[in-house]
């Protein structure tokens, strides 16, 4: 479950006030998520309902504390082979230029929330270079790739 982590200007959303942000965001939430996500119509109606059970966590960002600069969807994840929970930064999007010192603000809040939620890692795939360039400030590793056959030939 997401309770309210403040930073300077990153939180994650509280469930009852998901439908309050929701207007603001759902263009942007849309064109932002995962391949794996084209072939569903109700990928929409389907992540507003995970975050409404607390399956999904909004977290947004903002350089004023007035209006909304970033956006991203996580949820915790657990490999069914062997156990291993995972944060996974679903989607993200920025509005404006996000500068580096919100980057790190913002890893280091989702760092406390996975380990709050008992995830072993933070995990995530972008075809952004400068998510990538992020992921390599901070340590992380950007050494894999995410790939996808379709079924049909």
Request: hydrophobic share 40%; glycine share 8%.
């Amino acid at each position: 479950m997401c309770r309210v982590v403040r930073g300077n200007m990153f939180i994650c959303v509280p469930i009852d006030h998901v439908t309050k942000v929701w207007p603001y965001i759902a263009d942007t939430v849309s064109r932002a998520l995962p391949p794996s996500t084209y072939a569903s119509p109700y990928k929409v109606n389907n992540i507003v309902a995970a975050l409404m059970r607390g399956d999904m966590q909004c977290w947004l960002y903002s350089h004023d504390g007035k209006e909304i600069g970033a956006v991203a969807l996580t949820t915790v994840t657990e490999d069914e082979c062997t156990g291993i929970r995972n944060l996974l930064i679903y989607c993200m999007a920025g509005y404006d230029k996000i500068e580096r010192h919100a980057w790190l603000e913002g890893i280091n809040r989702l760092r406390e929330f996975a380990k709050s939620q008992g995830c072993y890692q933070i995990t995530g795939y972008t075809k952004s270079a400068r998510v990538k360039r992020v992921v390599d400030m901070v340590g992380g590793n950007t050494d894999y790739r995410f790939i996808s056959i379709g079924l049909e030939a």
